[in-house]
Structure formats: C-alpha cells, structure tokens
C-alpha cells in the first residue's frame, strides 16, 4: 500500500509494507525541485535513516531497474 500527498515544496510518497511477516518499517519518499530523499525509521537504533539523490541520480536509478548486467551512462535527449 502507498500513499501520495502533495505538500507546499515537495511530493510526499509513503510505502508501507504490508502481508507476511516480518515486515519492514514505512519508506518515505520526498520529491523536491533539486532531489530525492528516501527515509525509513530504524527500531534497532531508534533513528530515521535518510539517503538523498540527485535528480540525475534518481533518473538513474529508474533506468537501472529494466537493464541487465553492466556499466551505463545515461545521455540527455538533448544531446
């Protein structure tokens, strides 16, 4: 299940795992102009965790999960 807020300067997303144990904690998702921001609470150091990427980053990221094995570079369509 997952959730979609629009907020005054980001897009919120929540993912929340749901079914059969042992589940894991929500993963939140902020959509900003410049970047990314993925956070997840941690029970075990009772801290939220949070990564940043940058847009370039995350478009990566996004092409990554359809390809096979190997090294990429990901050029502009302008270009």
């Known amino acids: 299940m997952f ?4 907020e005054f300067d ?9 079914g059969e144990g042992p589940l894991q904690e929500d ?11 993925v956070e997840q609470y941690d029970p075990r150091t009772d801290r ?3 990564i940043t990427f940058s847009m370039s980053q995350m478009r990566d990221l996004a092409a990554s999960l359809s390809l096979p ?3 990429y ?6 270009s």
């Open 27 to 37: 993963v939140i998702v902020n959509g900003f102009e410049e970047c990314i921001t």
């Open 48 to 50: 939220v965790n949070m």
């Open 10 to 18: 980001s897009t919120v997303v929540t993912l929340v795992d749901e």
């Open 3 to 6: 959730s979609i807020e629009h």
């Open 69 to 71: 094995e190997g090294v």
């Open 73 to 78: 570079s990901l050029k502009d369509k302008g």
